[in-house]
């Protein structure tokens, strides 16, 4: 375990060299599965002690439940961001109607809010005791508001804090399939509507699937929101086999049921479009001409968007911004400053290797396009799907166990103590992040890179252009829109991430997260809202930019 | 190429180990910062030792201890509920301490039997009614609250904090199990809604009219009172008239031990001592609401208005050992 346990950092650090080497392909993505690997294997090997009566328990009391609950939830997130996110992206990308500057950036915000400070906010509001059911009780004695407490609240909730994800890569796959493709269909004698769901959407498939993929695996390892509403999934049964019964082994059992589950998915998934083809040459033909909305068609689109703007982020962040006000003369100090300035290096520069890496398993996997390595690249991203708490354990074990071989054997060389070499140390901090976040990075990259025709790479090698250099200054280029959504991406996740950042910071690092936690968890919600006003406002950075330079191409 | 050099370097550069002196306190702490942090800057003003410090949930901090074994930097592990630090104790994380000054500060039933432990706020988990709609009398203890006469009168907070899971132990420990699992059903079977997932909104759907009574530590009533002050809520002591030794308000601890491997025992025992003594006790428990546990302080002011109340004293460290059966005893009567 100790000896792999230095793998990631061989496969991370050679890359650069080995990619472009026979074995490279193969070295970058091993190394990169092992980096989740690692972690989950630590996790996995509790279930080599069972704890049977736990486990009878579990399945006989907890399980049935929580199944049914995962499964509906799974299902119905899914749908909703898949409609939500791809109607506002083909809305954004495709058409004109009145706002469509604003709400092409605008859609991306609810991304900076954690999901589960959404979910408190929304609860706040539309509870029994909550504002609105207050006030038609109490002014208008009207009773009967579904309960936001609910199987279809926390769906509700979920989907408007997930879709974002979906709009982003389906944005960015309908941008980019340009001009050519729509006019062809259309001298086909396609009506635009019909061309849509022919051309447009199918080709877009992959990265609507990117999105969809990232959502739920989110969804699966979420803890905080379904806490909110106190709903039970799977993660929430790890949790409490964990650290309300401690039987690290029973929370094992779970969390490799989970994984399998997921990688099933996945897989499915993959095999279910192997054989077909998503590249497109369209670049040249630029940017598709916007369908002009108008009338009623234009309100509609107006509407839509205006209202998924509105309960996804408008006003939840209305209500952050009433609590901030309440709390911002006895809380805002000189800290926050350090607050924001830490979660801004450990976004930027997660961020950065995230998209790395992600580049890095990518091109593996494109110049050994094999289902072997495809399995690899999978393996790879799965860690996404991992309740964090889970994965931060499991990544910290192995850590701390290289830690002591180091520093017993320093004992015994010298017989000097030395403090720990790895353990808080940023570059772990790094590597965690990189453990949970691949996926987030490599979805828009994956399916950048296959949209990018096998000839281009055959021209590329008449012209002398290979490996790395193809990869600069061929592929880099095309990788442009795909790459800076990876960034954005992992960049507001990691300013969100909790169980990463609370284990592996060093003494003083506390981000605007932490903030966040330190209040949440003892139930200060209203003290909560300023610092994730200040993740949200610090997240934005990215959003902005993102947007201003992918619609620059269009 | 740059694109993914440069920050592994920079990575690299900043591989630099963190800095702890000989004589700095290392603390692991569950509690939250904005608690223990003016505690930490008193205490560096006092004598001049620096406290470093991370804060985290329990769990992953007792997982982290473990992981790190004999070369910890920790010196102190600092937790909320007696079953977390009763799971520190078991996993052999703690060490015990024998010092006269917390044995004398810390009353016995506050503190690990085998002193590896001690609590340091006492935290009482009680119940709060409408005072519009429940009458004088009608309010007599937690076993009542499964009397059908409370039916769809009754709110919750989730079984998944483990406040409940040791109020359910510590009733485990004085009815047995099966006569507790008859009690919870008879709470389940009374609740008016789904469980919430925490006190203060138990509390405010009591306050609205949802459900007439529910069970809440009392930090968590005295925040709510004192940003809604006309709410028609009030505290009742339940369990005060029995004469059994386990008769009283279900108390908890938040507390702390010294870690098993830490490399400054003297610094991290003294600091604990000071945290027990009654200059830091008020310090300690007033930030939050609670009591002090050191019996020779007085609780704050707003605390103390709500009354004196006869505190059950069977030792907290029983909730810990019960806590995975009181978690299965929920789990079956089906309380969420």
Request: hydrophobic share 50%; with cysteine; net charge positive.
């Amino acid at each position: 375990m100790i000896a792999t346990g230095k793998a990631p950092f061989t496969g991370a650090f050679s890359m650069s060299s080995a990619l472009t080497g026979r074995l490279g392909p193969w070295a970058t993505a091993i190394g990169l599965a092992l980096l989740t690997l690692i972690p989950v294997g630590v996790v996995a090997s509790a279930m080599l002690h069972p704890d049977q009566a736990i486990w009878d328990h579990l399945w006989k009391f907890v399980l049935p439940e929580l199944l049914v609950n995962t499964v509906w939830l799974a299902l119905g997130v899914s749908m909703g961001v898949t409609v939500i996110g791809t109607g506002m992206a083909w809305l954004t990308a495709a058409c004109e109607f009145p706002g469509r500057r604003f709400f092409s950036w605008a859609l991306l915000l609810p991304l900076a809010l954690p999901a589960y400070v959404t979910a408190f906010v929304w609860i706040g509001l539309l509870d029994f005791t909550g504002v609105l059911p207050t006030w038609l009780r109490e002014t208008w004695g009207i009773m009967g508001l579904p309960p936001i407490r609910s199987r279809g609240g926390v769906i509700l909730v979920m989907v408007l804090a997930l879709y974002p994800y979906v709009y982003l890569t389906a944005r960015t796959a309908f941008q980019g399939q340009g001009r050519r493709l729509l006019e062809a269909a259309q001298t086909l004698g396609i009506s635009r509507r019909r061309a849509f769901f022919k051309v447009a959407l199918p080709m877009a498939r992959p990265g609507i699937v990117a999105g969809l993929t990232l959502a739920l695996m989110e969804t699966l390892a979420d803890f905080g929101t379904v806490a909110v509403f106190n709903y039970n999934t799977f993660t929430t049964a790890i949790y409490k086999a964990w650290f309300s019964m401690f039987s690290l082994p029973a929370a094992s059992q779970l969390a490799t049921i989970l994984i399998f589950f997921v990688l099933a998915l996945v897989l499915i998934e993959q095999f279910s479009r192997t054989s077909r083809s998503y590249a497109t040459s369209a670049r040249g033909g630029g940017g598709a001409r916007r369908l002009r909305l108008t009338g009623v068609h234009a309100v509609i689109a107006t509407g839509c968007a205006g209202l998924v703007f509105l309960l996804a982020f408008a006003v939840p962040m209305l209500q952050l911004l009433a609590w901030t006000r309440n709390v911002i003369a006895t809380d805002l100090d000189a800290r926050y400053l350090d607050f924001a300035w830490y979660s801004l290096l450990l976004a930027g520069f997660g961020a950065a290797l995230v998209v790395s890496l992600a580049l890095a398993l990518g091109y593996a996997q494109r110049l050994r396009p094999t289902p072997p390595m495809q399995f690899t690249a999978r393996l790879a991203t799965i860690g996404y799907a991992l309740p964090g708490a889970v994965l931060a354990v499991g990544f910290y074990i192995p850590v701390a166990g290289l830690d002591n071989l180091l520093i017993d054997a320093w004992r015994e060389g010298t017989g000097q103590e030395i403090g720990q070499i790895f353990g808080g140390t940023l570059a772990v901090m790094l590597l965690a992040y990189c453990a949970r976040f691949l996926a987030v990075g490599f979805g828009p990259v994956e399916t950048g890179l296959a949209r990018i025709t096998r000839t281009v790479d055959e021209a590329a090698q008449v012209l002398g252009s290979t490996g790395l250099k193809r990869l600069a200054t061929i592929h880099l280029p095309m990788l442009r829109g795909p790459l800076l959504t990876a960034a954005a991406l992992a960049f507001v996740d990691i300013m969100k991430e909790l169980p990463i950042t609370l284990m592996t910071r060093p003494f003083g690092w506390d981000t605007l997260a932490t903030r966040v936690f330190e209040m949440t968890s003892e139930g200060e919600w209203e003290r909560a809202a300023m610092p994730a006003v200040a993740i949200c406002l610090v997240g934005l950075l990215p959003v902005i930019f993102l947007v201003k330079h992918s619609d620059a191409r269009t | 190429m740059k694109v993914w050099k440069s920050p592994l370097i920079v990575a690299l550069l900043l591989l630099s180990g963190q800095s702890v002196q000989a004589d700095d306190v290392v603390v692991y702490s569950a509690r939250n910062e904005q608690l223990i942090k003016p505690l930490f800057d008193a205490y560096t003003k006092e004598t001049g030792v620096q406290v470093k410090f991370v804060t985290d949930k329990e769990g992953p901090l007792m997982a982290r201890l473990k992981a790190e074994g004999k070369n910890t930097p920790a010196d102190l592990f600092m937790t909320v509920d007696a079953g977390n630090l009763w799971q520190a104790a078991q996993e052999q994380l703690l060490k015990p301490v024998n010092s006269k000054l917390l044995d004398a500060n810390i009353p016995s039933h506050l503190r690990d039997p085998g002193n590896e432990w001690f609590g340091l706020s006492v935290r009482a988990r009680t119940l709060v009614y409408n005072s519009n709609r429940v009458k004088a009398g009608e309010l007599t203890t937690y076993e009542d609250l499964a009397n059908p006469k409370w039916k769809g009168r009754l709110c919750l907070r989730t079984a998944k904090k483990v406040y409940n899971q040791s109020l359910v132990g510590m009733m485990m420990t004085e009815h047995g199990e099966e006569k507790t699992e008859q009690i919870v059903k008879g709470w389940v079977a009374n609740l008016a809604t789904d469980p919430f997932p925490d006190d203060t909104k138990a509390m405010e759907a009591v306050a609205a009219g949802l459900c007439d009574v529910t069970v809440v530590n009392t930090y968590y009533f005295g925040r709510l009172m004192e940003k809604k002050p006309n709410l028609p809520l009030a505290i009742f002591w339940p369990n005060q008239n029995l004469k059994t030794k386990a008769a009283g308000v279900h108390v908890n601890v938040s507390g702390a031990g010294v870690t098993r491997h830490t490399r400054n025992e003297a610094g991290a025992v003294k600091l604990l001592e000071w945290l027990s003594s009654e200059k830091a006790q008020n310090l300690y428990a007033d930030v939050n609401l609670e009591y002090p546990a050191n019996p020779k302080v007085k609780a704050d002011a707003t605390v103390t208005a709500w009354g004196n109340f006869k505190p059950n004293l069977i030792n907290v460290a029983q909730a810990g050992a019960l806590q995975a059966k009181a978690v299965m005893l929920m789990d079956r009567v089906g309380y969420k």
